[in-house]
């Protein structure tokens, strides 16, 4: 999906700071496990939609843990980071609790730019 195709639909444009941040912090997933890659559709007419599909992302349905059992949280850190101290990587098909779903809607929230300023909220830890 193309972040410039977006800028073409005012109800879209405030998605755009979150969706930079989402794929930012799911870099490198798909070295691992191909299909938990960011994945959007081609084009979004409709906020619901575009909203639908970041929260529906596959890799919410899964626990990455290393071999320390120490478990990613990609509200904390970029994939790639968590990665790049663990030598073996455990993908586990858990489902997302509706608590960890609740978490990841908010943190998405409140990365997207509701005012249009083009400031993004995009906090890091």
């Given at each position: 999906?193309?972040?410039?195709?977006?800028?073409?639909?005012?109800?879209?444009?405030?998605?755009?700071?979150?969706?930079?941040?989402?794929?930012?912090?799911?870099?490198?997933?798909?070295?691992?496990r191909e299909p938990l890659a960011f994945e959007l559709a081609d084009s979004y007419q409709k906020e619901e939609q575009l909203y639908l599909d970041l929260m529906r992302q596959k890799i919410f349905a899964f626990q990455v843990s290393n071999e320390r059992n120490e478990h990613w949280d990609i509200l904390e850190e970029a994939f790639n980071q968590f990665a790049s101290r663990s030598t073996e990587l455990i993908f586990s098909a858990?489902?997302?609790?509706?608590?960890?779903?609740?978490?990841?809607?908010?943190?998405?929230?409140?990365?997207?730019?509701?005012?249009?300023?083009?400031?993004?909220?995009?906090?890091r830890h």
């Open positions: 999906m193309n972040l410039e195709n977006l800028q073409q639909v005012a109800e879209l444009r405030p998605f755009i700071p979150a969706i930079k941040e989402l794929r930012q912090r799911m870099v490198g997933i798909e070295q691992y858990k489902g997302a609790s509706s608590e960890r779903l609740q978490a990841i809607n908010q943190w998405l929230i409140q990365l997207c730019d509701w005012e249009q300023t083009g400031f993004s909220n995009i906090t």
